[in-house]
Each structure stands twice: as C-alpha cells, then as structure tokens.
C-alpha cells in the first residue's frame, strides 16, 4: 500500500534550564544549560494513498527532547500525534476520527561547522501506535474500536540558516517506514471491504519552521576548531563573538574582585563552552586555577569557646593555605580574628587578637613569612550568624583571610 504523509510543522528549539540534571550530565552551571534542549513542533498532517481514502487532514503536534554528546552531535527522544478526521467512505458511510502516535530514540548530527549555516541529519527508529474513535463498518452497524501499534524507522536531513545566535530557520525533509505486522493485515478491511488490507507503509514529512534557542548561543553550530581570527561584522550584527567573550571575563574578574568565585567560576565554564578560540577562553584555565587559589585563600578557620589554639580541623585548613601562598609570595594577607557575643567588649578584643596571631603564627611555622601578614581584631563586633544559640556561637569564633594587595613584579 502507497500510504505517504507529509507534515509541515513549525518547530522551536530552547535550553531546558530547570531540567539541567537530565540523563544525570556531569556538567558544571551554563555548560550543563547549553547540552539539554527541547523543540516543540506543530503543523499539518496530509495522509495520501489508501489512507487517505479513510482520513482527511489533521493537525500534527509533538516534542523533541536532545541531550548533546559533543557540540555537533545529539541523541534524541521524540514524540508527536496526528489528528485525523474521518473521511467520506464508499456507500456514504463515515470513517473515523484516529490519531497516529509515533515516538523513538534517534541520533542527530550538525554537518556544517558554522555559526550560520546548519545541516543536520537524524536517524531514528520507534513505535507508532494508531487509534480510533467509535466506528461502525458495512459489515456491522455495532459501534467499534481499534488500536494497533508497529514498528517504524526514520531518516532525514535538513538545512538551517541562522538569523542571529538564538533563531534559525529551518527545510527539511524525513522519510518514515511503518511496518505492520499479520495482526493488522485486517485494519483497512473491517473499515470498508473496498480497501486493501494494510501492510508497510511510508511517509515522506516536509518541515520548513523555525528553531528558537532561549539561554545563549547555539552550541551545535560553533566551528569544532578555533578560526585563526574572528570573522568581522558589521554594526547591523552585533557584538562580535571575541566581544562577547571578553565581557564573560571581565564579569568574571569582577565577581572574583568581589570574593563571588561560585559566579566568577560559572562565567568562565560558559566561555570555554561557549567560545571556543576567542581570547578570554584561552584564558579560561589560568583564571579558573586563580579562582580555586582564591577560594582556598579565604576559608574560614574556627576555635574552641574561649580557646585560640589552633584545632585539628583548622591545622588541615591553614595547610592548604600555606600551600597556596608558598607559590604566591607577592601576597599580603590581613588576617581577621572574631569572637561569639559571650564576654566584655574588652576581653572578647583581647581573645580576637590572640586567635588572629595564633593562625598566621601557624602558617609562619610552615614556611610562610612573617611580613606576609597583617593582623586586627573585630572582637564580637562582627558576628558571621547573628543569633545566640551554641551552633551560632560556633561559627562566629573564627580567623578570616582578606587578601589585601596583589604583588607588582
């Protein structure tokens, strides 16, 4: 049987940030936001050949859900519905109203590594499952159902041109095999005894639409290998890619200027996936590694009540500190000592000071100079967790590190 459908959907393509652990991704922030994407479709469904003889047009709708292994290839898991009206049969009776639910597990690949132009080829195969509203047939005036389910397989390729790094507009075209088994050889006949019974049938569904990408730039189409410079542009086409990499850093400079690493950190991911060969993602490395200096730099170390001897947790600390100036010698490091709310003003001064120098004298004992260091009390003054309760009282008896000033040669 010639049983050929072509759809014309209109489909749209975005980043699924709430869905970022999807398939358990070992990604980190914007990189794990830029390999979920979901596309949503929806047009019209024209059945040809015998079918059409038992269908009328229908509306088609559906979802894609991809996963990128690699910036130019995706798995995918898909599913979509026709809608069918029935159509006038022989003898003036009616055929009934079916929908056609299809959906699988495909592979997609982009072909063109360019920030413009996109080709992109799937395979894929699945079940397609068809099913109808009461009927009656010219054998029977009983009212009646059926549902049958076959195996399908799809191949298709289509052309995409990008009208900026979010929107692209897409022609294509799919070829879909259903495959009927014994079971259904029957379908066509208890409809109208005029119709030949079903077997494997195929589809040829035309897309032209569009593609919509909502959290940043299209990872599956930027060049696999960096271009030796960035293309030029003219004013109508916006920042350029080198521009809107070097503000990801300058952002990042900033959050880390303002002791915000987790941002600081989550800015220069986005550039190394985002934009390859640019400046600031050959940077990227070296500031990450700058970043984690930084953040072991400032943690905390914390004391017994009314002790400032250094603790076997806040030894294992300072150990790791003491690494990281060891290989930094131009730093110059104020070291804060605090206390809970308990005790006179004047004591709890006295009691700071003393936890401030017991932990740069411990770091001095490992290897690090004495200048190195600049030592202040804030005595209860500043509580990290205003509240009186012991697990409060525990957190704010601590030695902060403020890194003060950066060496010039």
Known sequence: MDTTRVSVPIRFLGAAVALGSFMGMGVQGAAAQQRLQIEGQGGVSMPTGDFATVTDAGPNFGMQVGYLLS??????????????????????????????????????????????????????????RLTSDDFTTSASVQPQKFAHTYFSSNAGLKLGYALS????????????????????????????????????????????????????ARPARVASTPAARPAPTRASDGPSREELASRLCEQAEAAMQAGDYGRARQLLQRALDEYAGTTCAAAAPGLLEEVTRMEILAERVHFDFNRWEITDAAAVVLQRKAEVLKAAPGLLITVEGHCDERGSLEYNQALGMRRAQSASQYLVSLGIPETMFRIVSFGEERPLVPRSDETSWSQNRRAEFVVRKLATS
């Open 165 to 216: 790094p979010s929107v692209m507009t897409y022609v294509g075209g799919r070829t879909v095999m259903t495959l009927a088994n014994e079971d259904d050889s029957q379908m066509l006949a208890d409809l109208d005894p005029a119709l030949q019974p079903f077997g494997t049938a195929w589809s040829v569904p035309i897309t032209v639409g569009m593609d919509v990408k909502f959290g940043g």
């Open 71 to 128: 910036p130019r290839v995706a798995i995918n898991v898909d599913g979509n519905v026709d809608l069918l009206n029935g159509a006038e049969l022989s003898g003036g009776s009616q055929g009934p109203d079916m929908r056609q639910w299809r959906y699988g597990l495909g592979v997609a690949a982009d072909f063109l590594p360019s920030e413009r132009w996109a080709l992109v080829g799937n395979i894929g195969a699945g079940a397609s």
